[in-house]
């Protein structure tokens, strides 16, 4: 399954390395200082032969340069799929083996590489472990106790309560004008408690890099594709007296589809896409559930790695500074993310993965750890750090609830330590992961949005974090499983700060109130 999942850090903070991001042209490739020439032309034979891959192409951004490259890929066996200009990314698709190592010599190419290790078919999500349906027998039983005023499942939303969102809903409920974008598997909007407030005009498919807005391109390719309809729930489900609520229930929700149909994968050239859609369509948050897959960390010193992060990170800038506040979760590795290894057996995940080990300061988590950027970790009941959830001092910024199995809530009538919420076809379920967190602190940026609709990304991240309810490091060893071995060891990161929940959890009461 893809690489819905989490993981970020703070923008100033970043190493040099990717601080790629202060400016556009960031992070010139070893080919930099190229040969002016085009690279020599692949014979038709060889193109035939070999598989085809997805490639990102990263340029300066004057209109001139772009259309010189686009030559240049023709005459190195390539199509252009789409040319981002306002960012320098082009998407391109070859069979030429040496296609990459080839444009990454053309004069003004700064970064290229394929984004894939497996060929192109013809047609990463980051929750954990399988969901759990809600059996139409136990929602009639909760739907008969439910209080008066609360919507017919919301007993066992014990989330909402953690930070505040079931007493915020009484004062504001967000604002319609304020749109929360779900970069993820697809939305399905037909589901009774997210039509009331989504937005089609601002939703897309970005699948293979190009947005496609026809009617329904947003929605889940299969049923099974059930993570970004559960996330978007967890956002802005509507009260209207059927099923959950959402931490945000007065705001718009839009869908942008990255997921392959067939795998699953997020693939980069579909996340660069969604981000510029969100950008351009006025999106003013996005939530960002996964990781950019095939590689669970980007080396900087591999090219195709590199370009990746440089391509990803244009997009995500270029949505900064049109006004975007993008949130991601935080990996649910339990990988301490400031930490000097970690051994990745997971990449990349489209082949056969190998076993390596990378330093968290040198290869980054896309978008995690990319700069302005929030990085949400997921907590429990017991507002403790979920147990699979990857934390780290100086990269997360908040916390928010993401579930836990461990932690059982003694108030629900489910007994359920996970995240109930909307799944496709008009279901609900639980689910558990960074994934459900990262969506819960991009409701309550929505609610700070809504009480403060002059204020952009880096004043609502402000906000987000100075609101947060501090939590302190765990006294004793962090043992939630009990089996004995020490689990993660949380740092102190500075005054009200540490590894495991940054800034402290999310509190959508004092969004609506401060």
């Known amino acids: 399954m893809a690489h819905l999942r989490s993981r970020r850090r703070t923008a100033l903070a970043l190493p040099l390395g990717i601080a790629l991001a202060a400016s556009l042209g960031f992070v ?69 083996p040496d296609f990459g190592k080839q444009i990454r010599e053309v004069r003004g190419v700064q970064t290229a590489g394929a984004t894939r290790t497996a060929p192109l078919t013809p047609a990463g999500t980051t929750e954990d472990g399988a969901p759990k349906l809600l059996s139409k027998a136990d929602a009639k039983s909760l739907e008969a106790a439910a209080a008066s005023g609360d919507e017919p499942l919301e007993a066992d939303q014990w989330d909402l309560r953690a930070i505040g969102a079931d007493k915020a809903a009484k004062i504001n409920p967000g604002s319609a004008k304020v749109t929360v974008g779900v970069i993820d598997t697809g939305v399905d909007d037909t589901h009774p408690d997210l039509a009331p407030n989504f937005s089609p005009s601002q939703s897309a498919s970005c699948v293979g890099g190009k947005a496609d807005t026809s009617a329904g391109a947003w929605r889940p390719a299969k ?20 099923g959950v609520a959402g931490v945000a229930p007065g705001v718009k929700v839009a869908g942008i589809k990255v997921a392959d149909p067939v795998s699953e994968l997020f693939y980069p050239e579909s996340v660069v ?57 935080a990996g649910n590795s339990n990988h301490d993310l400031d930490s000097d290894a970690i051994v990745d057996d997971s990449s990349p995940d489209d082949s056969t993965p190998v076993t390596r080990t990378i330093d968290p300061h040198e290869c980054f988590d896309v978008p995690t750890q990319l700069p302005g950027v929030v990085t949400v970790s997921a907590t429990g ?7 699979y959830s990857s934390y780290g001092k100086g ?32 279901e609900y379920g639980w689910l558990q992961g960074t994934s459900m967190a990262s969506p819960h602190a991009a409701g309550v940026a929505a609610l700070i949005k809504s009480t403060h609709p002059k204020a952009g990304p880096a004043e609502l991240q402000r906000l987000l974090k100075k609101q947060a309810d501090k939590l302190s490091c765990p006294e004793g060893p962090y043992d939630p499983d009990g089996d004995g071995d020490v689990d993660a060891i949380c740092q102190s990161g500075g005054k009200d700060k540490n590894g495991f929940y940054g800034s402290g959890l999310v509190d959508a009461l004092d969004a609506v109130q401060k």
């Open 395 to 426: 990269v997360i910024d908040v916390a928010a609830p993401g579930g836990d199995k461990f932690q059982i809530p003694a108030d629900t009538p489910s007994k359920n330590g996970r995240i109930l919420s909307t799944m496709p076809g008009g």
């Open 223 to 242: 049923k099974d594709h059930f993570h970004g309809t559960h996330v978007a729930g967890e956002i802005a489900a509507a009260r209207n007296g059927v």
């Open 28 to 96: 010139p490739g070893a080919a930099s200082a190229a040969p002016n020439e085009s690279p020599a032309p692949v014979s038709a034979q060889a193109a035939k032969d070999a598989p085809a891959l997805a490639y990102v192409v990263n340029t300066r951004t004057d209109h001139q340069t772009i259309e010189y490259v686009k030559k240049a890929i023709a005459k190195a066996g390539g199509s252009v799929v789409v040319a981002y200009e306002k960012i320098g990314v082009i998407v391109a698709h070859s069979s030429n």
């Open 273 to 329: 896409c969604a981000f510029v859609f969100a950008a351009d369509h006025g999106v003013e948050i996005t939530n960002n559930s996964y990781y950019v897959d095939p590689w669970l960390y980007n080396c900087k010193d591999d090219p195709d790695q590199r370009a990746i992060v440089d391509a990803v990170n244009r997009a995500q800038l270029y949505a900064q500074r049109k006004g975007t506040l993008n949130l991601a979760s």
């Open 381 to 387: 009941v017991k507002n403790l750090k979920s147990i």
